[in-house]
């Protein structure tokens, strides 16, 4: 069957580099003494010795593997040198790994787009550099190459019996009638050589890297030659790389899709998709994947490189082998609460060095059933929107993984109680925090406002928003707005209500107060200043906020009562004109059969003057004052239609004055 070309795709260059045995570079490091010994690092716990992560070459060339116990790498290399990884939490800190690694990303990012694909591991787009390089300075033309290059590793190139393998790679380096997309390569070769040597140099760590047109390509030939070497593959050797690759080999090929290749096809090498039409490949598996299939049988992927230096998501996890699978939900509750604890941090670190933020939080876990045929079902995993914040991640993670309990045991199956021992044990654990985005510019984090919740400032001022407290003994505009409320203060006022608060003893005496007050400013922390008395008498209310809630202070104590609130002051905010006080209406009855008008009747020839009302008379629905009691109805349309309910005297006292005000109505409200 013809092998179908690489469309655009075969002329990127793309570079993957892996660290080599990582873990044991950076405890090497720390350890001078350990460098050229038979080292593994080992994460530590009391089974067999604990779990290899990872085994130096030294070691390797002794018979020790990373799927051994540290009990049998003493046993396969007496003299080894077995690191423990730094614990907290009860489990592995994999943190100076990780700060390791992106020493090592800041420098490979200098020369193009860079993907960091885990804590070790990363790919370079370097297209743009190799072309540039091509333009302006052709490895042809070099006189000199350094021997890091010399010593790459040409896939397909022969090297007969007797010729200098260096001089084989310049040759193929320099070759002045080679197509563009080897020049490109070449070029590449030069670049991660270069790169490479700078990591070395200002990191001690070694790498190996893999020059390809794709991702794919560079990934499998990155681990080709290792340590501390690398590999090219050249778009004629693509076949014969894939050719006799085993299909386990390939990236996403691990799991069932290669298992059921095997089985359902007999396909054990990558080359023995070859055989098989796009047609029939996507009439067996689909579509997408028929399609995909047939395209990595001939090397081609569209994959691009991201450019992305931080991790795409945080994860925090704990296995549980053997007798130390949990079995209890308290037990799971504790390990998740441990493991949660970390993520936290770790987002909290990111959010504020990175200005990321994740969205989705997921459990996964391992777990099997004890006396069930069933016993292989996997573990579901679950996922919800992620809350900042300790606490909510560990609540959140908890109900997440109640629920896939659930589902994995089935109704009837689940132990809900904390310390009862269930039919299922738990083998492994880890929470992950994913879909993370870039803050946009200009909008502040989400943990600013935790930061600066016990010294807020009026930034922006208004009534609404900052609550007024107002000293008893002088009713001063000059007052600064509360830093913060207090928890008394939280807990009885509303945050529908807030308004001005203050403190004078009873509502008449705030109201002669305010006689007193003259047009001043408001001042506030940040040095803005409000205008709170738009006329001479100050009318006691906010501009957003139609019922103002007033707060005395009684005896002298702590315990604060509030002040009798009148429906009246809703409607102070519709006049323009501040009515007559209770106090003036009563002074009217003295000069009742004077020549001069009461302060009533001058209240009513202002508002029968005014020109401009703040409310509409139809906004106002009549059926609700129906509602109330006949002398509150009587003083609401007093206000509402003045000219038509005219205040008359008897005696000394007037109907107003002889009738209860609403503000009888309603006792004071006293702290609980």
Same mark, same amino acid.
């Given at each position: 069957?013809?092998?179908?070309?690489?469309?655009?795709?075969?002329?990127?260059?793309?570079?993957?580099?892996?660290?080599? @045995?990582?873990?044991?570079?950076?405890?090497?490091?720390?350890?001078?003494? +350990?460098?050229?010994?038979?080292?593994?690092?080992?994460?530590?716990?009391?089974?067999?010795?604990?779990?290899?992560?990872?085994?130096? *070459?030294?070691?390797?060339?002794?018979?020790?593997?990373?799927?051994?116990?540290?009990?049998?790498?003493?046993?396969? @290399?007496?003299?080894?040198?077995?690191?423990?990884?730094?614990?907290?939490?009860?489990?592995?800190?994999?943190?100076?790994?990780?700060?390791?690694?992106?020493?090592?990303?800041?420098?490979?990012?200098?020369?193009?787009?860079?993907?960091?694909?885990?804590?070790?591991?990363?790919?370079?787009?370097?297209?743009?550099?190799?072309?540039?390089?091509?333009?302006? =300075?052709?490895?042809?033309t070099l006189e000199v190459i350094e021997d890091e290059a010399l010593r790459s590793h040409v896939l397909g190139m022969s090297i007969k019996d007797g010729d200098d393998a260096t001089e084989c790679v310049r040759d193929w380096i @320099?070759?002045?009638?080679?197509?563009?997309?080897?020049?490109? +390569?070449? @070029?590449?070769i030069l670049i991660v050589a270069d790169l490479r040597k700078q990591v070395l140099k200002d990191t001690e760590f070694t790498c190996s890297a893999g020059i390809a047109h794709n991702k794919m390509l560079a990934k499998l030939a990155s681990g080709m030659n290792k340590p501390a070497q690398q590999t090219?593959?050249?778009?004629?050797?693509?076949?014969?790389?894939?050719?006799? !690759?085993?299909?386990?080999?390939?990236?996403?090929?691990?799991?069932?899709?290669?298992?059921?290749?095997?089985?359902?096809?007999?396909?054990?090498?990558?080359?023995?998709?070859?055989?098989?039409?796009?047609?029939? +490949?996507?009439? +067996?598996?689909?579509?997408?994947?028929?399609?995909?299939?047939?395209?990595?049988?001939?090397?081609?992927?569209?994959?691009?490189?991201?450019?992305?230096?931080?991790?795409?998501?945080?994860?925090? %996890?704990?296995?549980?082998?053997?007798?130390?699978?949990?079995?209890?939900?308290?037990?799971?509750?504790?390990?998740?609460?441990?493991?949660?604890?970390?993520?936290?941090?770790?987002?909290?670190?990111?959010?504020?060095?990175?200005?990321?933020?994740?969205?989705?939080?997921?459990?996964?876990?391992?777990?099997?059933?004890?006396?069930?045929?069933?016993?292989?079902?996997?573990?579901?995993?679950?996922?919800?929107?992620?809350?900042?914040?300790?606490?909510?991640?560990?609540?959140?993670?908890?109900?997440?993984?109640?629920?896939?309990?659930?589902?994995?045991?089935?109704?009837?199956?689940?132990?809900?109680?904390?310390?009862?021992?269930?039919?299922?044990?738990?083998?492994?654990?880890?929470?992950?925090?994913?879909?993370?985005?870039?803050?946009?510019?200009?909008?502040?984090?989400?943990?600013?406002?935790?930061?600066?919740?016990?010294?807020?400032?009026?930034?922006?001022?208004?009534?609404?928003?900052?609550?007024?407290?107002?000293?008893?003994?002088?009713?001063?505009?000059?007052?600064?707005?509360?830093?913060?409320?207090?928890?008394?203060?939280?807990?009885?006022?509303?945050?529908?209500?807030?308004?001005?608060?203050?403190?004078?003893?009873?509502? %008449?005496?705030?109201?002669?107060?305010?006689?007193? !007050?003259?047009?001043?400013?408001?001042?506030?922390? &940040?040095?803005?200043?409000?205008?709170?008395?738009?006329?001479?008498?100050?009318?006691?209310?906010? &501009?957003?906020?139609?019922?103002?809630?007033?707060?005395?202070?009684?005896?002298? &104590?702590?315990?604060?009562?509030?002040?009798?609130?009148?429906?009246?002051?809703?409607?102070?905010? *519709?006049?323009?004109?501040?009515?007559?006080?209770?106090?003036?209406?009563?002074?009217?009855?003295?000069?009742?059969?004077?020549?001069?008008?009461?302060?009533?009747?001058?209240?009513?020839?202002?508002?029968?003057? #005014?020109?401009?009302?703040?409310? =509409?008379?139809? #906004?106002?629905?009549?059926?609700?004052?129906?509602?109330?009691?006949?002398?509150?109805?009587?003083?609401?349309?007093?206000?509402?239609?003045?000219?038509?309910?005219?205040?008359?005297?008897?005696?000394?006292?007037?109907?107003? %004055?002889?009738?209860?005000?609403?503000?009888?109505?309603? &006792?004071?409200?006293?702290?609980?």
């Open positions: 069957m013809p092998v179908a070309r690489p469309e655009s795709s075969d002329a990127r260059v793309i570079a993957h580099v892996d660290m080599d @045995c990582f873990y044991v570079q950076v405890e090497q490091r720390k350890q001078p003494e +350990l460098r050229g010994l038979p080292t593994a690092v080992v994460q530590y716990n009391e089974w067999k010795g604990g779990a290899l992560i990872a085994v130096s *070459y030294e070691a390797r060339r002794c018979g020790v593997k990373r799927s051994m116990r540290g009990d049998e790498a003493r046993a396969a @290399c007496p003299e080894i040198h077995l690191v423990q990884v730094p614990v907290a939490r009860g489990k592995a800190d994999l943190n100076s790994y990780r700060n390791a690694g992106s020493e090592v990303v800041s420098i490979l990012s200098q020369k193009g787009k860079c993907e960091r694909a885990s804590i070790d591991e990363v790919y370079l787009d370097l297209t743009e550099a190799a072309e540039s390089m091509l333009a302006d =300075k052709p490895p042809e @320099c070759r002045r009638n080679a197509d563009r997309r080897d020049k490109l +390569l070449a @070029c590449g090219v593959v050249p778009y004629s050797s693509v076949q014969e790389l894939l050719h006799s !690759l085993p299909i386990k080999k390939m990236k996403q090929l691990g799991g069932k899709l290669g298992t059921s290749l095997q089985i359902d096809l007999g396909v054990n090498t990558v080359g023995d998709l070859l055989q098989f039409s796009e047609g029939k +490949l996507q009439e +067996l598996y689909g579509m997408n994947t028929g399609t995909w299939l047939w395209n990595i049988a001939r090397g081609i992927s569209g994959e691009e490189v991201q450019g992305r230096l931080l991790p795409k998501s945080h994860g925090s %996890g704990k296995t549980f082998p053997g007798p130390r699978a949990l079995k209890t939900l308290s037990s799971v509750q504790q390990w998740l609460n441990r493991l949660c604890e970390e993520l936290s941090e770790r987002l909290s670190s990111d959010l504020e060095q990175n200005k990321r933020l994740a969205s989705t939080l997921t459990l996964h876990a391992s777990a099997y059933r004890l006396s069930d045929s069933d016993s292989h079902k996997k573990f579901p995993s679950k996922s919800c929107p992620l809350r900042y914040g300790t606490a909510k991640i560990q609540e959140d993670a908890f109900n997440l993984f109640q629920a896939a309990l659930r589902e994995f045991m089935g109704p009837y199956g689940t132990k809900t109680q904390g310390k009862n021992q269930g039919s299922w044990r738990i083998t492994g654990l880890s929470v992950s925090a994913s879909k993370i985005t870039d803050i946009p510019t200009g909008v502040s984090s989400i943990m600013k406002y935790f930061h600066n919740q016990s010294a807020s400032s009026c930034s922006k001022l208004s009534t609404d928003s900052c609550i007024q407290e107002c000293p008893a003994s002088s009713f001063s505009a000059s007052e600064s707005c509360s830093e913060q409320r207090s928890i008394e203060s939280e807990t009885a006022v509303s945050a529908k209500n807030i308004g001005v608060r203050c403190k004078g003893s009873d509502v %008449g005496e705030l109201e002669e107060q305010a006689d007193t !007050l003259t047009k001043e400013d408001v001042s506030c922390p &940040s040095n803005k200043a409000i205008d709170v008395l738009p006329q001479s008498r100050n009318k006691l209310s906010t &501009s957003g906020t139609q019922m103002g809630r007033m707060e005395r202070k009684r005896n002298n &104590s702590k315990e604060m009562t509030w002040g009798t609130p009148s429906i009246a002051d809703i409607f102070k905010n *519709y006049y323009t004109t501040t009515p007559p006080s209770m106090q003036e209406i009563q002074e009217d009855s003295t000069r009742a059969n004077s020549s001069g008008p009461t302060a009533s009747q001058r209240y009513r020839d202002e508002e029968r003057t #005014e020109t401009t009302w703040s409310y =509409k008379m139809d #906004e106002i629905d009549e059926s609700v004052i129906d509602e109330l009691p006949p002398e509150i109805q009587r003083e609401i349309r007093t206000w509402l239609r003045p000219s038509k309910r005219a205040v008359t005297v008897t005696g000394n006292k007037s109907n107003v %004055g002889s009738t209860s005000s609403i503000a009888s109505y309603f &006792s004071p409200l006293r702290d609980r």
